[in-house]
C-alpha cells in the first residue's frame, strides 16, 4: 500500500485530486479537517475535553459542540488556539494511523490522507510520498472570491498568512500544477502514480 500525502494552500484545488484519485483509482481518502470535526462528535475522545476548555455554553441543543462558537473564541485568543489544537491533533492523528493500518490489512493499493497544516503538524510522519497542489495566486484568489464569497484582499490575505511556496516546495517529493488545465492535472497525477508504482 501506499500512502500519499496531498498538502497545498487555500484555493489550490486540493479536492479536485483527490476526487480524481478516489474515482479513477480508488483510493481511500481520510481528510484530517473532517476528523478533525469527527473527534469532536458526542462519544468521541475530544468531546469532554473541548468542553471543560471551552465551557459548557459551547453545547448545542442536540449535544454536539456548536464549532463555529468555538471558532469565534479562537480567532480572537491565540492561546485558546493552541490549546484546542493540543486537544485535536494527537486524537486525528490517532485516527489516522489506526485507518491506515486497518486499510492496509484490508488490501487496500492506495490511501490518501489531506490535511492544510500538512507540514506543521507533521503528518508526513505516515505517508510514503508527499505531493504539493501548486495553484497560481491569481487562480486561487477568483477561486476564493467565486466559491466562498470572499473580497480580493481577505482572499489575498489568507493566503498570504499561510506558508510561503518555497516552503511547499522544498519539503513536497512531487508537484502537480492544477491551474486550470483539468487535462494537464489529470496527467501530472497519473505520472505521480506510475512513479510510486513502478519503486
Known sequence: MITIGVTGGVGAGKSTVLDYLEKKHHAYVIKADEIGHLVMEPGHECYEPVIALFGKQVIKNDKTIDRRQVSDVVFSHPDMLDRLNHIIHPAVK???????????????????????????????????????????????????????????????GIIASQASEDYFYSHSDYIIENNNDLGETWKQIEEGINKYETV
Open 94 to 156: 490517532k485516527y489516522i494511523r489506526r485507518q491506515l493500518s486497518l486499510k492496509k490489512q484490508q488490501g487496500q493499493k492506495i490511501c490518501v490522507v489531506e490535511a492544510a497544516l500538512f507540514f506543521e503538524d507533521h503528518y508526513e510522519e505516515f505517508c510514503d510520498v508527499v505531493w504539493y497542489i501548486h495553484t497560481d495566486q491569481e487562480i486561487r484568489i477568483h477561486r476564493l472570491m467565486k466559491d466562498r464569497g470572499y473580497t480580493r484582499e481577505k482572499s489575498a
